[in-house]
């Protein structure tokens, strides 16, 4: 990533903030992208267990400490939707992946609470997102830095988003 990263964050219909990545890959390339621990690996983190039992183990590799969280697979539909329960705090997570044989979009939702809370979540979600166009295009997603370039940086738009 060679410019400053940008808030992306907006808010859908159904309240949900939403970040969209394309990628210049089959829909069925950006599924593998999101699901295959193999891939994973290189931008959000290692994930273990079987995900056919409806719930996995999955360490977030750019977070402080790496934290283990159980993620509880709510719904999943190859290739377009996955739908997530992550750890403790029990965030919903929303997967979507639109495209074609060149180009898919992916697009990550969630429903956060507060403008407080936006204004950490936010910036942590378009960081992975970056992370995963930096890995699906070859490139070190470790060069992103989450402070400060999107947090405190990218706080402020997800606070306003969220009437903050």
Known sequence: MTSTPT???????SGAVVFSRRLPMSREAAW?????PARTVRWIG?????PESGSIEMTMSAEEGAPAESVEV??????SLVVVRIGSGGWVVTVRI??????????????IADAQSASDIGPGWDFYMDRLVEAEAGRDPGALRFS???HPALAGHYRALLGG
């Open 7 to 13: 808030a992306s964050g907006y808010l859908a219909p």
């Open 46 to 50: 290692s994930w273990s267990g079987d």
């Open 148 to 150: 400060p370039d999107y």
């Open 32 to 36: 593998s992208a999101i699901t295959d």
């Open 74 to 79: 709510l719904r999943c539909e190859a290739p």
């Open 98 to 111: 639109e495209g074609d044989d060149n180009e898919a979009t992916v697009s990550l939702e969630q429903d």
